[in-house]
């Protein structure tokens, strides 16, 4: 992929947060999922944080489908013995799970807001696969959106109980743009690998690359060990909003310490430790964190800086996971961006 694609798929990224930014910074107080549940230091650090519907990230590459779930179909084809039709009936009629992920694009850079935690609501893929028998000389599916956007993953990837079909999100019914009625949930891979309007899969037996891959982007795409700062104090810190300045006295100043907060997730691997540091990456400590029964939704940190000085600094985070450290490198790379983000800070004096 070219350097102008990269910019073009990051600026894309950014799009989506500075939306999300307006959003949540005009009328009213935002109902921010990082402010009041992350910086109360009396209340332990919650279970899930959910990404309210307003703020979660939506990249499609062309418009979203609008499909009923009358008129739509899942047909499982190619290299089986027997083609299925599943209706939308079918997928309701089989065993339900609720589960909570961690949606995130591979395109999304250091400290950006292309990312978001719900809670998901669907059945296993696996039943109809094994009904639909995969031959053996299938070594991969495609898995097709109804807007033409198509991925592919090999057969052990998706043959998996954790393969979902899902139409809930947060307990509704998908909307539009994150892909009513049906999309696919594959845990441990970046959003490219979760077709939205989900129609077909198709088994092949020779191996091809899909819309993103074509362009450069990780053929595997899974998910990178790394730690997103979100906010400092009151502030959020998107990408490009990395520069906070704190007063010295009143509610935001920074001489009763300030709170620093952010997620960490991994591929597969829960979250060992979140490590901070406000000397540039001189010195290292570890933040607070919660531990989610599954690897698969983001981990919430936050940690108590007593600075004593004012003055400028810089201050990073990154994760250890159960597989990796996260290196400190700034690089937004085509697999998936492990960069750590430098947030800039000036305590006035
Ligand atoms: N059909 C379809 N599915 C798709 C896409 C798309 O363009 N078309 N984009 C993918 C990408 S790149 C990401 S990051 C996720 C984003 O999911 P969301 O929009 O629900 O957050 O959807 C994935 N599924
Ligand atoms: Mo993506």
Same mark, same amino acid.
């Given at each position: 992929?070219?350097?102008?694609? #990269?910019?073009?798929?990051?600026?894309?990224?950014?799009?989506?947060?500075?939306?999300? @930014?307006?959003?949540?910074?005009?009328?009213?107080?935002?109902?921010?999922?990082?402010?009041?549940?992350?910086? *109360?230091?009396?209340?332990?650090?919650?279970?899930?944080?959910?990404?309210?519907?307003?703020?979660?990230? #939506?990249?499609?590459?062309?418009?979203?489908?609008?499909?009923?779930?009358?008129? /739509?179909?899942?047909?499982?084809?190619?290299?089986?013995?027997?083609?299925?039709?599943?209706?939308?009936?079918?997928?309701?009629? !089989?065993?339900?799970?609720?589960? @909570?992920?961690?949606?995130?694009?591979?395109?999304?850079?250091?400290?950006?807001?292309?990312?978001?935690?719900?809670? /998901?609501?669907?059945?296993?893929?696996?039943?109809?696969?094994?009904?639909?028998?995969?031959?053996?000389?299938?070594?991969?599916?495609?898995?097709?959106?109804?807007?033409?956007?198509?991925?592919?993953?090999?057969?052990?990837?998706?043959?998996?109980?954790?393969?979902?079909?899902?139409?809930?999100?947060?307990?509704?019914?998908?909307?539009?743009?994150?892909? @009513?009625?049906?999309?696919?949930?594959?845990?441990?891979?970046?959003?490219?690998?979760?077709?939205?309007?989900?129609?077909?899969?198709?088994?092949?037996?020779?191996?091809?690359?899909?819309?993103?891959?074509?362009?450069?982007?990780?053929?595997?795409?899974?998910?990178?060990?790394?730690?997103?700062?979100?906010?400092?104090?009151? *502030? +959020?810190?998107?990408? +490009?909003?990395?520069? #906070?300045?704190?007063?010295?006295?009143?509610?935001?100043?920074?001489?009763?310490?300030?709170?620093? !907060?952010?997620?960490?997730?991994?591929?597969?691997?829960?979250?060992?430790?979140?490590?901070?540091?406000?000397?540039?990456?001189?010195?290292?400590?570890?933040?607070?964190?919660?531990?989610?029964?599954?690897?698969?939704?983001?981990?919430?940190?936050?940690?108590?800086?007593?600075?004593?000085?004012?003055?400028?600094?810089?201050?990073? !985070?990154?994760?250890?996971?159960?597989?990796? *450290?996260?290196?400190?490198?700034?690089?937004?790379?085509?697999?998936?961006?492990?960069?750590?983000?430098?947030?800039?800070?000036?305590?006035? !004096?």
């Amino acid at each position: 992929m070219k350097r102008r694609q #990269v910019l073009q798929r990051l600026l894309q990224a950014s799009s989506g947060l500075i939306g999300a @930014y307006l959003m949540a910074s005009c009328d009213r107080a935002p109902e921010s999922p990082f402010l009041p549940n992350l910086l *109360t230091p009396t209340q332990p650090l919650p279970d899930h944080l959910i990404t309210p519907l307003s703020e979660f990230y #939506v990249q499609s590459y062309g418009l979203p489908v609008s499909i009923t779930a009358e008129q /739509w179909q899942l047909e499982i084809t190619g290299a089986i013995a027997t083609p299925l039709k599943l209706s939308y009936s079918d997928i309701l009629a !089989a065993p339900q799970d609720d589960f @909570y992920l961690t949606m995130e694009c591979i395109g999304n850079p250091a400290g950006g807001n292309q990312i978001g935690n719900a809670l /998901w609501t669907g059945t296993s893929l696996l039943p109809f696969l094994q009904k639909a028998g995969i031959r053996p000389d299938a070594v991969e599916f495609v898995l097709h959106g109804a807007d033409f956007y198509e991925t592919t993953l090999p057969i052990k990837d998706v043959m998996r109980s954790d393969v979902r079909l899902v139409h809930q999100m947060n307990h509704a019914p998908l909307t539009k743009e994150h892909g @009513y009625p049906v999309r696919i949930i594959i845990p441990g891979h970046y959003g490219q690998k979760q077709p939205k309007w989900l129609v077909t899969i198709e088994a092949i037996a020779q191996s091809k690359q899909g819309y993103w891959e074509r362009q450069g982007w990780s053929n595997i795409a899974r998910i990178s060990t790394h730690a997103l700062v979100r906010q400092v104090q009151n *502030t +959020r810190v998107w990408n +490009r909003h990395n520069h #906070v300045a704190l007063p010295r006295n009143g509610d935001q100043g920074w001489t009763n310490g300030i709170w620093v !907060a952010g997620v960490a997730i991994d591929q597969s691997s829960s979250i060992q430790r979140i490590l901070v540091s406000t000397d540039a990456g001189k010195t290292w400590q570890p933040a607070e964190q919660n531990h989610p029964a599954s690897p698969h939704e983001w981990t919430v940190w936050r940690y108590p800086w007593r600075p004593n000085q004012p003055g400028q600094y810089t201050l990073l !985070a990154r994760a250890e996971s159960q597989r990796e *450290t996260q290196a400190l490198d700034d690089k937004d790379s085509m697999d998936g961006s492990s960069g750590v983000l430098r947030v800039q800070i000036e305590l006035e !004096a």
